[in-house]
């Protein structure tokens, strides 16, 4: 198989090489974050390397297993999303920050952005936003875009 742009199963275009975009979960909520695996792994785009209660077992793991994409909630006691999301770039610039948040908490997405993190998803979104959201994140990572590029014009 090539690194040309495929469409997997669900219908989603897998617009990098053959390999799935590697997510980490990090929310306080053991139930959000099953939730958001379950509907994650329906898709062969994407492979679930970890999850987190915590923004520090977050940092811990993101060292690790190096992701392409945490899925960040703002809603944490351990650090802000700012402090979480500046360490997990300064072990891996490479990694991307994609902040899912509620609607109210505007102010502490836009510092996590300054900080670092790539987008936002709210928790009010379908599961279509939230895999479009992860795509568009792994296709605008430096690392990718190039490849992305490339698999274009073959």
């Given at each position: 198989?090539?690194?040309?742009?495929?469409?997997?199963?669900?219908?989603?275009?897998?617009?990098?090489?053959?390999?799935?975009i590697r997510v980490l979960i990090?929310?306080?909520?053991?139930?959000?974050?099953?939730?958001?695996?379950?509907?994650?792994?329906?898709?062969?785009?994407?492979?679930?390397?970890?999850?987190?209660?915590?923004?520090?077992?977050?940092?811990?793991?993101?060292?690790?297993?190096?992701?392409?994409?945490?899925?960040?909630?703002t809603d944490r006691t351990d650090?802000?999303?700012?402090?979480?999301?500046?360490?997990?770039?300064?072990?891996?610039?490479?990694?991307?920050?994609?902040?899912?948040?509620?609607?109210?908490?505007?102010?502490?997405?836009?510092?996590?952005?300054?900080?670092?993190?790539?987008g936002c998803v709210r928790k009010?979104?379908?599961?279509?936003?939230?895999?479009?959201?992860?795509?568009?994140?792994?296709?605008?990572?430096?690392?990718?875009?190039?490849?992305?590029?490339?698999?274009?014009?073959?």
């Amino acid at each position: 198989m090539s690194n040309k742009s495929e469409e997997s199963e669900s219908g989603e275009t897998m617009a990098h090489t053959r390999r799935p975009i590697r997510v980490l979960i990090c929310n306080k909520h053991t139930m959000f974050r099953e939730g958001i695996k379950a509907l994650l792994q329906q898709s062969t785009a994407i492979k679930i390397v970890g999850e987190a209660a915590t923004a520090k077992r977050a940092i811990n793991l993101a060292g690790r297993v190096h992701p392409d994409i945490v899925l960040m909630d703002t809603d944490r006691t351990d650090l802000s999303g700012p402090q979480a999301t500046q360490k997990i770039r300064a072990i891996d610039p490479h990694i991307q920050v994609l902040i899912v948040s509620l609607e109210e908490n505007e102010q502490q997405v836009l510092r996590c952005l300054r900080a670092g993190a790539i987008g936002c998803v709210r928790k009010e979104n379908r599961q279509p936003q939230l895999r479009a959201a992860i795509n568009t994140a792994f296709i605008c990572a430096p690392r990718n875009s190039s490849r992305v590029r490339s698999a274009k014009s073959a």
